[in-house]
């Protein structure tokens, strides 16, 4: 983006305002589970570490997705097991840009089929959280240690139609939460979803026909 | 206005700083403070306030501490002719906290913005003005009722907020001079030490780091 002065320039990127739709416009249906990996905590540090040595830092990318309910916007999210709460989204493969990685794992995670990559994200990054290692906490700026990053969590905000049909992994639940329950429930959510309220505090979102 | 994801941030030795006359809080207490803003209220409707951030180095943002504890960011309430926020129209009846951004009322704002960092950081002379650059909006904060609590939505079930507090991106040139009121002190604060400092620093100020992380900071060296 350019450094502008004087008048704004919509080149629509800033586009502040967007719709949601209640959650009863849209369907909601299960697939079979996607199998996930049974490890040992030693094994899974072991296999992130030799990704690092070869790729790098490992990003993710996450869909803020918003429905209206009660005239509240709701954030969509995935729960796994009991209290692990997730956001759409998923690891980027090396080389994968952030908008097509996202496309590919919200269809994975949301959809009927990998191959719908139908999804309408908006304008630019939302938020970064980076780890300095990959068992500490999220921090929203890069670690100051010098050391380099371990992975990195990107956040997008992505827009819905006015109707459309979810297809859910049978092991995942989808749940739509209420932004004031995420605004200080850091212990519920983690650092990341339950910042998000603010993070969307400069968009003015637009409740469409409730 | 300023749109872009990069902030250029300069050491701060490159600024240079004075003091002026004080600038004294118009209030002594939190319960004199909520009891002006009622009869403003009642007087003027909705009190609009910005506020600014200024980033210096690997970031670090200043503020301006009153006494011994008590920091806010540079800024304040705007006058009732700057108020862009008064004449929008409301989208579905709710509170949207933006004027379509080429709209005269939206520079209103900005310029209500400026006239409040001259006002504390700025000397007095016409001829020392910075000329602030004032980038994006990173946040809003909504004052329900008339107590200290503020919620970055406005919450379901008020029709009517009595202050909406917006945070704008300043983007400082590399030379300033800037001139602190005597009684008030400006201090650089890194990142990682407002994140989840809500106790020393409030649930606006400590939330900032997570509103920022979406910029890339070039630190241009001196």
């Not at chain 2, 910005?50 to 008590?70: C, R, Y």
């Not at chain 2, 005269?104 to 650059?133: D, H």
């Amino acid at each position: 983006m350019e450094i502008m002065n004087g008048r704004l320039n919509n080149g629509g990127n800033l586009n502040l305002v967007f719709d949601i739709y209640p959650l009863s416009n849209y369907y909601f249906s299960s697939k079979p589970g996607v199998s996930s990996k049974e490890e040992t905590l030693g094994d899974r540090a072991r296999r992130l570490k030799s990704n690092y040595d070869v790729h790098g830092m490992r990003t993710y990318v996450e869909a803020v997705i918003l429905v209206e309910l009660f005239k509240h916007p709701h954030l969509l999210l995935l729960q796994a097991k009991n209290c692990i709460y997730k956001l759409p989204g998923g690891r980027l493969r090396p080389g994968e840009s952030d908008v097509d990685g996202l496309k590919r794992k919200l269809s994975t995670k949301l959809s009927a089929d990998e191959t719908q990559c139908q999804w309408e994200v908006v304008g630019e990054c939302i938020g970064t959280w980076w780890k300095s290692d990959f068992e500490t906490l999220p921090f929203p700026y890069l670690p100051s240690s010098g050391n380099n990053p371990k992975e990195c969590t990107k956040l997008y905000l992505v827009k819905l139609p006015s109707s459309r049909d979810f297809v859910v992994p049978k092991n995942l639940k989808l749940l739509a939460v209420p932004m004031c329950q995420l605004h200080e429930s850091r212990k519920t959510y983690g650092p990341i979803i339950s910042g998000i309220p603010q993070l969307l505090s400069r968009f003015a979102i637009n409740m469409v026909g409730s | 206005m300023v749109t872009s994801s990069v902030v250029n941030t300069y050491p701060l030795s490159s600024y240079s700083f004075g003091t002026k006359e004080p600038k004294m809080e118009k209030d002594t207490s939190v319960a004199d403070r909520l009891a002006r803003m009622k009869l403003n209220y009642m007087k003027e409707g909705m009190r609009t306030s910005v506020e600014a951030i200024l980033l210096h180095n690997h970031p670090h943002i200043l503020l301006l501490q009153i006494g011994n504890t008590f920091c806010k960011l540079p800024g304040g309430r705007l006058k009732p002719g700057e108020n862009g926020i008064r004449f929008h129209l409301t989208i579905n009846d709710h509170y949207t906290p933006f004027p379509p951004s080429d709209t005269p009322f939206c520079l209103a704002e900005i310029e209500g913005l400026k006239r409040k960092l001259s006002s504390k950081l700025a000397a007095n002379s016409p001829n020392m003005q910075p000329n602030w650059q004032i980038g994006e909006c990173v946040a809003v904060w909504w004052r329900p009722n008339f107590e200290t609590i503020m919620y970055p939505y406005c919450p379901p079930h008020i029709s009517k907020p009595k202050e909406c507090k917006k945070l704008y991106v300043v983007h400082l040139s590399e030379r300033e001079y800037f001139a602190v009121p005597k009684n008030l002190k400006l201090l650089a604060v890194p990142l990682f030490e407002l994140y989840d400092n809500v106790q020393r620093y409030g649930p606006v100020i400590s939330t900032i780091p997570q509103q920022l992380s979406r910029f890339q900071f070039n630190m241009i060296p001196a």
